[in-house]
């Protein structure tokens, strides 16, 4: 009986220090602290601003093999006049971290939509790590039912598919000097309408995406973003 006791409190250990090394191996492209601060600004093909996002990390919370956060968006528009806020959770679990894929909603769209009833279902994209040049990455989708009193009138969906990662590059930006991972992926976008559109997003471990350019079928640039300022407490 003893000697099962000990083997059972051997496999305890060993069980608990797996989910350890689990949590730990997750690799976060997204600032993982609370009080953390992020600002993207997003131009058009020109060069010309078109709005500003900023990302505030309000909470963290440790579940088991889970770390998420939650955090705070606030979308100005080219004046740096307020245009709506939000809320979006980050996550790590089981190793692999996610993205929550309400941030490739458009904001004035969404505003759109302010006051109606909205429901939301999603497919939030992973990023496991060790990522390498030619990983393909699984699809993600977002999917808003809207309704006014009771009514269903339109259905908005986003899904990013084709996920690959392209490489590893430095991109330097008013907010630093990052080593990204880089990855591509076309984006399809249906409601009344469908439009398709391909990206390229810069992510840098601990940080998040620090450049992000989108471009038509063709290829012709329609927009990007830079980040501009960055704010955590021990960065490198």
């Known amino acids: 009986m003893k000697k099962s006791i000990r083997y059972f409190g051997i496999a305890l250990l060993l069980t608990s220090l797996s ?133 269903s009138f339109m259905t908005l969906t986003v899904n990013i598919n084709n996920r690959k990662v392209e490489g590893t590059e430095e991109i330097t930006t008013p907010a630093g000097t990052f080593s990204c991972v880089k990855i591509s992926y076309d984006v399809v976008v249906k409601s009344i309408m469908k439009v398709s559109s391909k990206g390229i997003d810069w992510y840098a471990k601990d940080v998040g995406v620090v450049r992000s350019e989108t471009y038509r079928p063709n290829g012709k640039l329609t927009g990007y973003s830079i980040m501009t300022d960055l704010k955590i407490n021990n960065y490198n």
């Open 19 to 151: 989910t350890l090394v689990t949590a730990q191996d997750c690799e976060a492209y997204f600032p993982m602290q609370e009080g953390a601060f992020m600002e993207m600004k997003n131009y058009d093909k020109k060069g010309k601003l078109t709005s500003i996002t900023q990302y505030t990390v309000l909470k963290k919370e440790v579940t088991g093999n889970r770390t998420s956060v939650a955090v705070k968006i606030n979308t100005f528009d080219d004046k740096e006049e307020p245009v709506m806020d939000g809320e979006m959770e980050m996550y790590c679990e089981d190793g692999i971290f996610y993205i929550d894929m309400e941030k490739f909603l458009d904001e004035q769209m969404m505003q759109s939509f302010e006051g109606m009833e909205l429901s939301v279902e999603a497919e939030n994209l992973d990023m496991p790590s060790g990522l390498r040049q030619g990983t393909e990455l699984k699809d993600g989708y977002v999917k808003v039912s809207i309704a006014s009193e009771g009514v």
